[in-house]
Every structure is written in structure tokens, then in C-alpha cells.
T-cell receptor, first 114, second 113 residues
Framework: DVKVTQSSRYLVKRTGEKVFLECVQD?????MFWYRQDPGLGLRLIYF???????EKGDIPEGYSVSREKKERFSLILESASTNQTSMYLC?????????????FGPGTRLTVL | AQSVTQLGSHVSVSEGALVLLRCNYS??????LFWYVQYPNQGLQLLLK??????LVKGINGFEAEFKKSETSFHLTKPSAHMSDAAEYFC???????????FGDGTTLTVKP
């Protein structure tokens, strides 16, 4: 089974702190994604990565950056956390072999910024 | 450009009743369509996917969806709801070139005893 793990289920940070959210997948997937999920807004793509060291902005990248130094790990960084970044963050990965590949999701990190 | 519209943010059915969750899409290329389910405090997991092999797609837990190109729809159905079906459901369309998915806003399904 594909497993996508996220470093924390719950996280509480203060405004202005630098926050790291880590995601690891164990299936050698090329693509990885970071989403935020807010009630009534569905999933919104923050950043995604085609492969190691490759990244592309999603729909809402402002206030975030990412790092992908190794294939299995994709980190989301909040340079200076703000209260409007309080949200559920979901990581996903996807294989590029085959045409109809779904994304596999981690359990999510619920981040609260005070 | 691609987009997904899920009609109805909340759907409530009685146990044993038909479940119908609506999804309409727009896509400039032939779409790859997915339904995911999210149980409380969990990530999303795949229910089913449309791969163009057949318009009626069967998924896990008794769910199925029918792709109707003329209506640009991919509605999710289940003949008889179970209490364990209570969850949030997301429809997604994939940009085949980039692998990025666009998700609908989600529909929360409540099942009443």
C-alpha cells in the first residue's frame, strides 16, 4: 500500500514564526502536492513538484515556499506564519507511469496560528 | 482551463435510501475524472475514476458514477446508503498534461438512521 505520512497531525504556532510541514511518501512517486483545505472552499493547490528539485506554483502560493531535495520528501514552509494561514494542510503524491493515476493523500496537518 | 462544480454542499439521506451527489465539470481536453472520499480527521482516498474505458464506473463500497459527455457530468450514486457512508465527497478533474487536479468544493453526506 502507498503510504503518505505528514510530520504532525496538529500544530500550534505563533504569528511570525517560521513553520515547516513535512511530507514523506514511500512509493517512489514523481509528483507531489501541497493543498490547503478550508470549509466550503474545497482543496486549493499551494505548490506541486514534478520531480526532485522541480516545483511549480499552484493557485495560492503567496506566503508559502517548498523544498524537494529528495524524491520521497516534500516540505512546505511558511516563512512568517499569519493567522490567515490557519487551516488543514494536505500532502499528496502521484505516479507518472500510466495515464489515469490518482493522487494518494496523507492524513493532514491541522495548523493553528495564534 | 478546467473547473468542477459540486451542486449541494450538504446532502442528507436516510439509511437505505439512494445517494446522489452531483458533479459537473468543464475541461478543454478530454477529462480524467475522479471521486474521492474523506472521512473525519483523515486524508482523501479514491472512490473511483473515469478512464474512458466505460461510461459507468464502479468503485469501492458500492458507489458508482456515470460519465455523460453531453451533460458534462460525473454524478456519484449508491443505491442504498449506509451509516458508514457519512463523509465528505470530492469530485476532481485532472489536467492530463501536468497531473494537477482541480477539486470541487466538496459535498458533506449525512446519513440518518
Amino acid at each position: 500500500d502507498v503510504k503518505v505520512t505528514q510530520s504532525s497531525r496538529y500544530l500550534v504556532k505563533r504569528t511570525g514564526e517560521k513553520v515547516f510541514l513535512e511530507c514523506v511518501q514511500d512509493m517512489d512517486h514523481e509528483n507531489m502536492f501541497w493543498y490547503r483545505q478550508d470549509p466550503g472552499l474545497g482543496l486549493r493547490l499551494i505548490y506541486f513538484s514534478y520531480d526532485v528539485k522541480m516545483k511549480e506554483k499552484g493557485d495560492i502560493p503567496e506566503g508559502y515556499s517548498v523544498s524537494r531535495e529528495k524524491k520521497e520528501r516534500f516540505s512546505l514552509i511558511l516563512e512568517s506564519a499569519s493567522t490567515n494561514q490557519t487551516s488543514m494542510y494536505l500532502c499528496a503524491s502521484r505516479s507518472t507511469s500510466g495515464r489515469y493515476n490518482e493522487q494518494f493523500f496523507g492524513p493532514g496537518t491541522r495548523l493553528t496560528v495564534l | 482551463a478546467q473547473s468542477v462544480t459540486q451542486l449541494g454542499s450538504h446532502v442528507s439521506v436516510s439509511e437505505g435510501a439512494l445517494v446522489l451527489l452531483r458533479c459537473n465539470y468543464s475541461s478543454s481536453v478530454p477529462p480524467y475524472l475522479f471521486w474521492y472520499v474523506q472521512y473525519p480527521n483523515q486524508g482523501l482516498q479514491l472512490l473511483l475514476k473515469y478512464t474512458s474505458a466505460a461510461t459507468l464506473v464502479k468503485g469501492i463500497n458500492g458507489f458508482e458514477a456515470e460519465f455523460k459527455k453531453s451533460e458534462t457530468s460525473f454524478h456519484l450514486t449508491k443505491p442504498s446508503a449506509h451509516m458508514s457512508d457519512a463523509a465528505e465527497y470530492f469530485c476532481a478533474v485532472v489536467n492530463t498534461n501536468a497531473g494537477k487536479s482541480t477539486f470541487g468544493d466538496g459535498t458533506t453526506l449525512t446519513v440518518k438512521p
